[in-house]
């Protein structure tokens, strides 16, 4: 029995800044952010949007087609959580109107959990076939103002089913996995930006990938020609071509593009979205391969910081384009509003209230849902 993803969603926030802007008012070169970092906007959810209304954006389209029905578990991957006990999938669950008789979770390792939530999906319904799973990644990628990392800030979210004998990515037993702990990035919890150890990152973050590839090809006996395309955690677009050239040493650069562009092009525009990215460009890379996948293996790396990384694959299935939502993703994408810098710092210093009081928040948000306020400790959301 073949088991993974049957439908996949995709959801970033309304707004952006141009990267070009940021270069400007930082004392950049642009090129450093287009070309050296590999990214040329970041999504910037305003005020009153955040990883539940985000999440439950990403679901909504599925929700909609009646492609949640009988779904048996949510699990909600983020590290932008907003409460230290309640799982935020649980507000989602209300939102979205899900049944009573299901397992809401949260789970968190960084940008690795949506991979733990596909693996815990995967081993629900290899126990009941019949049943369905959603899983759901939403982040905010956040450094400090003028640090480092700033340029690869972004947000976003993705929302997809688990099920038996699925119709868009049948994912394959073998796989290799690597942990380590390190500090190359992470979050105390009084703090709202994650620190980082830059370039320490980009090395360790190589370092579990030669591990876990090397177990897979041990594992799987396949090697890269078996790989039709790559998908890879992407921090910020160049990190995932540097990584491919890790394992393919000496790929020309049209044949870099070949096996990985398509994976990038929602990534360079949202910008890190931490636990969903590595299934955001999973979804830009369905949505815009101009060959048909159908049939064809790919490989996909999935890596969170302090640290998990994981090399598995998956087969798409033929047919799997009458699953897509490509018109509703590349809209959005293209109908965003952008930014001026000053706009930029006044939503990155907008702080949520936290005397307990009753504040109510403007409404910025155009998605289907949004984070309408906060009373007595307690967050509101509502339909927009
Ligand atoms: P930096 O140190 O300011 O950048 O920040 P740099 O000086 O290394 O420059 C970057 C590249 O731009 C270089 O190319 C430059 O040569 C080039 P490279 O040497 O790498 O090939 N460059 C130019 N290119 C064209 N024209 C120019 C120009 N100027 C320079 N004019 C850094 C880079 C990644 C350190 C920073 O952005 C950062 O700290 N980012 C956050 C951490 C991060 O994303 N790490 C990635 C791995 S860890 C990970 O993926 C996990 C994570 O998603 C979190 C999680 O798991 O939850 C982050």
């Not at 492609?67 to 006990?85: H, K, R, Y």
């Not at 369905?132 to 700033?150: N, W």
């Not at 210093?349 to 910025?364: K, L, M, S, W």
Request: charged fraction near 20%; glycine fraction near 10%.
């Amino acid at each position: 029995m073949d088991i993974g993803i049957e439908q996949i969603s995709f959801y970033t926030a309304q707004y952006f800044l141009d990267l070009k802007t940021l270069a400007e008012a930082r004392g950049v070169e642009p090129d450093k952010f287009y070309t050296g970092i590999g990214q040329e906007k970041m999504g910037i959810p305003p005020p009153d949007e955040d990883v539940v209304t985000m999440g439950a954006s990403a679901a909504f389209p599925l929700k909609e087609q009646g492609a949640l029905e009988g779904v048996e578990a949510l699990l909600f991957a983020t590290e932008s959580g907003i409460d230290q006990s309640k799982a935020a999938g649980l507000f989602i669950h209300g939102l979205l109107g899900l049944p009573e008789r299901c397992r809401v979770v949260e789970l968190k390792q960084a940008c690795y959990s949506t991979t733990a939530a596909l693996r815990m999906a995967m081993g629900l319904v290899v126990m009941k076939p019949q049943s369905k799973v959603l899983v759901i990644a939403s982040d905010i990628a956040r450094y400090v103002l003028g640090s480092p990392g700033e340029s690869t800030q972004g947000c976003g979210a993705v929302a997809f089913t688990v099920t038996a004998d699925p119709r868009l990515l049948a994912i394959d037993p073998e796989a290799g996995f690597y942990a380590d702990d390190v500090m190359d990035f992470w979050r105390p919890n009084y703090l709202s930006e994650a620190l980082v150890d830059g370039k320490y990152s980009t090395q360790v973050y190589i370092k579990a990938l030669k591990a876990a590839w090397k177990q897979y090809v041990g594992e799987s006996g396949r090697s890269l020609n078996d790989f039709a395309r790559f998908c890879y955690h992407i921090p910020f677009t160049r990190m995932a071509a540097k990584a491919h050239q890790k394992l393919a040493k000496g790929i020309s650069d049209e044949e870099l593009q070949t096996v990985i562009g398509e994976s990038l092009i929602y990534s360079r525009s949202a910008g890190n979205c931490y636990a969903a990215a590595l299934y955001v460009g999973l979804t830009s890379l369905l949505d815009n391969a101009a060959e048909d996948l159908g049939g064809k293996r790919i490989g996909l790396y999935s890596y969170g910081s302090g640290c998990v990384g994981e090399f598995f694959s998956g087969v798409v299935q033929p047919g799997y384009r009458e699953m897509l939502l490509t018109d509703a993703h590349r809209e959005m994408m293209a109908s965003r509003t952008e930014l001026t810098f000053q706009q930029y710092e006044d939503i990155y210093n907008y702080g949520i209230p936290t005397d307990g009081g009753v504040h109510t928040f403007a409404q910025y948000c155009t998605g289907p849902f949004r984070f309408a306020g906060i009373r007595g400790h307690k967050r509101i959301y509502e339909r927009a």
